[in-house]
């Protein structure tokens, strides 16, 4: 049976999230869903054997209530994943941006083009394809993309580290 991560990027009412094997990197299931309903998907069965979610950082800007509302929310889901016996790991966005793109100043088209790069050069469509010949990243859509980008990169760092101390 192979290993599945969960990734989250938390939004204040909305959040991207995708289930990937570890293995292949393959999506297995994502969504972008309100916060209510994912925190039940996750308390139910989100299937996934380990979870990494990306945490907000300050980097000596003003805020405004969105990103407080966003604090509020990992915090959530950190609970309801623990419940499940699963202890979240949260990651910075910063780190993201480095391995994908080699440069803390990566925009997140940046960061998309990378992982068409890598796991779908050349196909249709930025890799989602078409209907009829769907890509890697079909039905790929706004935060799905920063999902999977945390999830790639726990998949190659966090945990390809943890196998080579086992």
């Keep these: 049976m192979s290993r599945t991560l969960l990734a989250i990027d938390p939004g204040n009412s909305e959040s991207g999230w995708v289930v ?12 972008k869903t309100p916060n209510a309903e994912l925190r039940e998907m996750l308390a139910n069965h989100h299937g996934a054997s380990a979870a990494v979610i990306e945490m907000v950082a300050s ?34 966005r910063l780190p993201v941006k480095v391995h994908h793109c080699h440069s803390a100043r990566a925009t997140d088209s940046n960061i998309r083009q990378a992982l068409v790069d890598r796991f ?5 469509n930025h890799g989602k394809g078409t209907k009829a010949a769907p890509g890697w990243f079909w039905g790929f859509h706004a935060d799905i993309w920063a999902a999977y980008a ?15 101390s086992a």
């Design 150 to 164: 945390l999830a790639v990169y726990a998949a190659d760092t966090l945990h390809a580290s943890q196998e080579a």
């Design 120 to 124: 779908a050069p050349g196909q249709p």
């Design 20 to 31: 990937i094997d570890v293995e292949t990197l393959r999506p297995v299931v994502f969504g």
């Design 59 to 92: 980097y000596g800007m003003a805020v405004g209530a969105e990103v407080f509302e966003t604090c509020v929310e990992i915090g959530r889901y950190v609970e309801v994943l623990r419940a499940t016996g699963v202890e979240p790991e949260l990651v910075k």
